[in-house]
């Protein structure tokens, strides 16, 4: 079982900045794609940014040029960095990683408990 503790959600004025991290902890071998993901209030859960192990990254349009995700393999961590806020970022973010928990393991996924980002206008 893989844990994911995710931090850095918060209010913030359109413009500003927020940075996003989420940790992985437990039964890891090797960890694969690391995404960051939000659901806003009435709408259905959409990719926000994703990086795999090689350092490769797709981002939602919405959000190209303006939100940076990165990763720490050592840590089994992955931020996202989110400058130039605007209202229609407000979501709740959710951090997923997809895993092997041993070498002939299959790929598992897990999911974050979600972090409330909320940009006032």
């Known amino acids: 079982q893989v844990q994911l503790v995710e931090s850095g959600g918060g209010l913030v004025q359109a413009g500003g900045f927020l940075r996003l991290s989420c940790a992985a902890s437990?039964?890891?071998?090797?960890?694969?794609?690391m995404g960051w993901y939000r659901q806003a209030p009435g709408k259905q859960r959409e990719l926000v940014a994703v990086i795999r192990s090689g350092g490769s990254t797709n981002y939602a349009d919405s959000v190209k040029g303006r939100f940076t995700i990165s990763r720490d393999n050592g840590r089994n961590t992955v931020y996202l960095q989110m400058n130039s806020l605007k209202p229609e970022d407000t979501a709740v973010y959710y951090c997923?990683?997809?895993?092997?928990?041993?070498?002939?393991?299959?790929?598992?996924?897990?999911w974050g408990q979600g972090t409330q980002v909320t940009v006032s206008s």
């Open positions: 997923n990683v997809q895993y092997l928990k041993d070498r002939f393991a299959m790929i598992a996924g897990s």
């Open positions: 437990g039964s890891i071998f090797y960890i694969n794609t």
